[in-house]
Nanobody
């Protein structure tokens, strides 16, 4: 099983990016997916999660109304659309998949597979 993130990069404050996470090795169409991030010198933190259908989503307060998680189960891919980016959004972003839950999860321990991460840098 492999999760591969893409779409990171350098963007100015106020800009937008769309991250993608493609899963291979098995389907996650019945599993919760999530995005987390880790800024330099900080612990990895929850960003957003989606239920298996995409019908239920949940966000960290710091990204609510700016980030949108979505998924295309036919493509085994989850996305994170980020707008109005701020310098404090700078971090390595990781996607994760849960084998145990279909509803969205915000705890890292609820996830079983992780991607390698993609760097997002927001300049001021």
């Amino acid at each position: 099983v492999q999760l591969v993130e893409s779409g990171g990069g350098l963007v100015q404050a106020g800009g937008s990016l769309r991250l993608s996470c493609a899963a291979s090795g098995r389907t996650f169409s019945r599993n919760a997916m999530g995005w987390f991030r880790q800024a330099p010198g900080k612990e990895r933190e929850f960003v957003a999660t989606s239920s298996w259908s995409g019908g239920s989503t949940y966000y960290a307060d710091s990204v609510k109304d700016r980030f949108t998680i979505s998924r295309d189960n036919a493509k085994n891919t989850v996305y994170l659309q980020m707008i109005s980016l701020k310098p404090e959004d700078t971090a390595v972003y990781y996607c994760a998949a849960s084998m145990r839950y279909g509803s969205g999860r915000s705890e890292q321990d609820d996830y079983d597979y992780w991607g390698q991460g993609t760097q997002v840098t927001v300049s001021s």
